[in-house]
């Protein structure tokens, strides 16, 4: 079974400092995706980032980026000069299963960080 | 742009009544999927579904059912709602297997 584990319930960070949200994850699977979702207040789920397991570099999108340590089984998202408006809940997801099996690509998500950028 | 549309934003029900959240997806993907999420829970799947009148329960199917009549409609049925069904409700669809979710905006549910 998959499981994916966020230990920080909540994080504070100052505007335009960087902050580091922790992910580990657990599965026998060697062919999975990590995903990174942010969630504000009004509910939608925003798609910020996305690592393969077979990537060889660490994946980044603008001020998002993803510290994939594969052995210690971590997808830690770092946010670089934090701004308000990255005020939200973060989550965690790792979908497996990619190069075959059943799983039709259910994500399966952690509990989720509240995050809040104090100016 | 592309879309995953929940019906309603807010829907409150009373105990033991029949729910019908519907969700409508028009990118032509062939899964959908259907999660609750609650506070310190995350998001668990309650359903899912890979073709038309397809469907595979999830980690929490207890309590709802599902119909895919439509490649772009995936309903999530209470068939008889109680309080512990208090949630939020979010409908989310993909291409294929391999690839990122869309999200709908979610359905706050209260059941009294």
């Known amino acids: 079974a998959q499981k994916i584990t966020q230990t920080q319930p909540g994080m504070f960070v100052q505007e335009k400092e960087a902050v580091t949200l922790d992910c580990t994850y657990d599965t026998s699977d060697p062919s999975y995706g990590l995903f990174w979702y942010k969630q504000p207040s009004s509910g939608e789920m925003i798609f910020l980032i996305y690592q393969g397991s077979y990537d060889q570099q660490n994946a980044t999108e603008g001020r998002y980026s993803l510290n994939f340590q594969k052995a210690r089984k971590s997808a830690n998202l770092v946010i670089s000069a934090s701004q308000l408006g990255d005020s939200a809940m973060y989550f965690c997801?790792?979908?497996?299963?990619?190069?075959?099996?059943?799983?039709?690509?259910?994500?399966?998500f952690g509990q989720g960080t509240i995050l809040t950028v104090h100016p | 742009d592309v879309k995953v549309t929940q019906s309603s934003r807010y829907l409150v029900k009373r105990t033991g009544e029949k729910v019908f959240l519907e969700c409508v997806q028009d990118m032509d993907h062939e899964n959908m999927f259907w999660y609750r999420q609650d506070p310190g829970l995350g998001l668990r799947l309650i359903y899912f579904s890979y073709d038309v009148k397809m469907k595979e329960k999830g980690d929490i199917p207890e309590g709802y059912s599902v119909s895919r009549e439509k490649k772009e409609r995936f309903s999530l049925i209470l068939e008889s709602a109680s309080t512990n069904q208090t949630s939020m409700y979010l409908c989310?669809?993909?291409?294929?297997?391999?690839?990122?979710?869309?999200f709908g905006s979610g359905t706050r549910l209260t059941v009294v």
């Open positions: 997801a790792m979908r497996v299963g990619l190069t075959g099996g059943t799983s039709y690509g259910k994500l399966t």
């Open positions: 989310a669809s993909s291409l294929v297997r391999y690839s990122g979710y869309t």
